[in-house]
């Protein structure tokens, strides 16, 4: 596993269950990994820019399949150059992964495969962005064109707005993911996850979730990597999951198959509920973070069997994967500071928050000594599952009070839209 945030904590666990593992003396191994993966994983130090390196150790360790968990090295090509030395790889090659690596790649592709998104464009220059505007009404979607952590969107109220948000984008503020930037039509509706396993041809549903971006209660603030989440996403119905596989899903991993990318690992596919029918907003080609951790924790089959059959192209002799009727709710402890500069060294004492079914998944977090300590924005992930999203919520903030973080904090109204239906 190459990672170490609550993801990939959250994949250490799980694939720590898988036969391959627990019952035939396999072994897992997570770079860089954090504390809490150390309790299911051995962690080793490995560069993931240096691809030879990270090549190295696969064929020195008998490593029967890479799990890349975040999107930076997909978009770098380390899959590429794993399958290059002949080590099976769960994660699309670099051409594939510009799905998420590049706003205006995917919207192109959605053009040329008639897949429904919102109407956008394409700027590469301050100026021609203010011009963009005039094409939109408010509020107004901008969007860095690469990778920006999961903050690169800005919803404007107003053009002013608007302006300044892009001349920050263009001043820097993302970063090389904001030297281009796409201007998109606001979409209204709720927004829901939709995840899917692929081998290139041969594609499976993987479950649904709903994340909570923003940072405050009742969804305000600035956007964030997401602040919770919950899994099973029923405002995705079954008909609405179908028509998201004929319309969204389907159509895209024919078309990158068809372009000589084909499209091999997790997709994740962002929407939007609109009245015209769900409506692509985003592509990640990663699980997503925190929505990894709820669908694992309903996961009922082996993670690993899955993995390695799409990595190999033979999805097709498996069934669909068995998921827990029960709902897995998470919330994000984050550091005081984030999504602008947490405050890191704070002291964090996890008491026994793991009790009675929750789990806790690291995501920024170090050993100073006997202390755990935070070392990120997003600190920890507590995880709990119940019959219903008002159990699991429940369950999940009973752990959450469990936990001795003084420097953190944390929203107190994950799943509240799914609590509302339910009520």
């Given amino acids: 596993m190459l990672g170490g945030g609550g993801r990939e904590h959250a994949l250490c666990w799980k694939l720590a269950q898988s036969e391959a593992i627990a019952k035939d003396g396999g072994k897992l191994y997570a770079a860089p990994g954090n504390p809490g993966i150390a ?4 962690l080793v130090t490995l560069d993931e820019k240096d691809h030879a390196a990270v090549c190295k150790f696969c064929d020195t360790n008998d490593i029967g399949l890479v799990v890349i968990g975040p999107e930076a090295p997909l978009v770098d090509g380390l899959a590429d150059s794993l399958r290059k030395a002949g080590i099976a790889a769960f994660g699309p090659s670099k051409a594939a992964a510009q799905l998420e690596g590049s706003k205006n790649f995917t919207k192109a592709l959605c053009d040329r495969a008639g897949i429904p998104t919102a109407g956008y464009v394409h700027c590469t220059t301050l100026e021609q962005a203010k011009d963009a505007l005039s094409g939109f009404s408010a509020p107004f979607v901008l969007k860095a064109d690469g990778l920006a952590a999961g903050k690169g969107v800005v919803i404007a109220e107003s053009e002013a707005d608007a302006i300044a948000a892009l001349e920050e984008m263009f001043g820097g503020a993302f970063g090389d993911a904001g030297a281009e930037v796409v201007v998109e039509e606001f979409m209204a509706g709720e927004e829901a996850s939709f995840f899917a396993l692929t081998d290139g041809e041969t594609v499976i ?11 405050g209660e009742g969804d305000t603030g600035p956007n ?5 989440a919950y899994s099973p996403a029923r405002v ?8 998201t596989m004929e319309r969204i899903v389907f159509p895209t991993v024919r078309q990158m198959a068809q372009e000589g990318t084909p499209y091999i690992g997790v997709l994740y596919a962002g929407l939007m509920l609109t009245d015209e029918g769900p409506k692509l907003v985003e592509y990640n080609c990663r699980f997503g973070d925190p929505e990894c951790q709820v669908l694992m924790m309903r996961l009922e089959s082996d993670l690993a069997q899955y993995m390695l059959a799409a990595a190999g192209g033979s999805l ?8 827990s009727p029960q709902t897995a709710m998470t919330v994000v402890m984050a550091a005081k500071g984030y ?4 405050e890191k060294g704070g002291a964090i004492d996890l ?9 806790v998944f690291h995501a920024g977090t170090k050993l100073e000594g006997d202390t755990l300590v935070a070392n990120g924005g997003r600190v920890l992930n507590v995880t709990a599952g119940g019959a219903d999203t008002g159990r699991a919520q429940a369950a999940a903030y009973a752990a959450v009070e469990k936990v001795d973080f003084p420097s953190g904090f944390y929203r107190k109204d994950i799943g509240w839209r799914e609590i509302e239906r339910e009520r």
């Fill in 316 to 323: 097709a002799a498996l069934p669909d994967p068995t998921f």
């Fill in 205 to 215: 549903p993987f479950g649904t979730a709903q994340d909570h971006k923003r940072v």
């Fill in 224 to 228: 964030t990597g997401g602040m919770g």
């Fill in 339 to 342: 999504p602008g500069t947490p």
């Fill in 39 to 42: 309790a299911c994983a051995t």
């Fill in 351 to 359: 008491g026994n928050a793991e009790g009675a079914g929750a789990q």
């Fill in 236 to 243: 995705l119905t079954e008909a609405l999951v179908a028509e």
